[in-house]
């Protein structure tokens, strides 16, 4: 059994609201070298808790919580201790973790343990009318600022109401990532989840957007009236965002293995452009070259992560407005 004292290391705050409505799950963090979102919700929590004495009219509808992922790593500065934190919420591997010996489980399987320990435990507290998980990252490339949907229709309108392009076909891409698991069927409320990409890892700026990213969540999902809370960091968004296509699906991924030795070739930043037959990178098979025309996506610039690049190609799809 994880100890209490371990499941609350995940816990970077708690805004409990005056009036019923949705619980939000901000996580961050869970690849631990990506400290933006975890600095962006220490933000909002303080933001949340002076606003009643500077607007006497502000009512939160519901509850934040907000989470860090993968603590053990986020302590040491590295992406994971083990493994991948964000390839690992498949059903059958949460199965297997719920039902391993807990000296048995290395130190990602206890992350994903915990966190699951504390949402249903404030899921069964708050009994919200219902759940939405967003889960804040950064990139090792410039130039990434995009909102990742499910093929939900209610995880779309809110990643596109995060004010960034929104990136479709993930689940069917990879495997394991939270949006995978913070579905409906595996919980006892209807649950909608998407991912913001906030841009370089070590950029400040990336605090930023995380922030406006959470507070154009808050509004989407009606925890907080528009007029109530101000959102100085949204403009950053939407400049950086008008000329990139409002929504891009993945058409192709470049999965890694440790061993692969893969080298990305230098300089790329996402939404770059690439054609087909372009070299991309290389590892120990020999040259990558791209399968299609098409813009690029997280090009690997650091030593651990589980994909090369992500392709994808701009929708206009009237399901998607
Ligand atoms: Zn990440």
């Known amino acids: 059994m994880s100890s209490i ?74 992406r994971f201790i083990v493994k991948d934190l964000n390839r690992q919420w ?32 404030e899921i069964a507290a708050c009994k919200p009318t219902h759940v939405v998980l967003l889960d804040l990252h950064t990139t090792s490339a410039g130039g990434g600022i995009f909102a990742i949907a499910t093929d939900e229709q209610e995880s779309i309108r809110i990643a596109t109401g995060l004010h960034a392009p929104v990136i479709t076909g993930l689940m069917r891409g990879i495997r394991g990532t939270t949006l995978h698991y913070f579905s409906t069927e595996n919980f006892p409320v209807p649950i909608a989840a998407a ?19 959470i507070i154009n969540c808050m509004r989407s999902i009606e925890a907080v009236k528009p007029e109530d809370v ?12 008008k000329n990139l296509p409002k929504i891009a699906e993945i058409i192709n991924v470049h999965p890694i293995k440790t061993d692969d030795c893969f080298r990305m070739k230098p300089g790329y ?38 994909d090369g690049f992500f392709l994808v190609k701009a929708v206009n799809s009237p399901i998607y407005q």
């Open 230 to 241: 101000e959102n100085r960091h949204d403009e950053i968004l939407v400049e950086y965002s």
């Open 90 to 121: 498949t059903t059958e591997n949460v199965e297997r973790i719920r039902n391993t010996d807990s000296s048995q489980l290395d130190s990602e399987d206890r992350d994903l343990l915990e966190i699951l320990n504390l949402v249903e435990a």
């Open 269 to 306: 930043q996402n939404f770059q452009s690439v054609v087909k037959g372009e070299l991309l990178a290389q590892d120990r098979h020999g040259e990558i070259r791209s399968p299609a025309d098409a813009l690029i996506l997280m090009p690997l610039y650091q030593p651990q992560g589980s």
């Open 5 to 78: 004292n371990t499941n609350k290391r995940h816990i970077i705050g708690r805004y409990i609201g005056e009036e019923p409505g949705p619980l939000l799950i901000c996580t961050a963090g869970m690849h631990g070298n990506e400290p933006a979102g975890v600095e962006a919700l220490k933000t909002v929590f303080t933001l949340l808790e002076r606003e009643p004495s500077v607007n006497l009219d502000f009512k939160y509808k519901g509850r934040l919580l907000g989470l860090i992922g993968n603590w053990r790593a986020y302590s040491q500065g590295k």
């Open 195 to 213: 991912a913001f990409e906030a841009g370089q890892h070590e950029d400040p700026v990336s605090v930023n957007r995380s922030i406006a990213a």
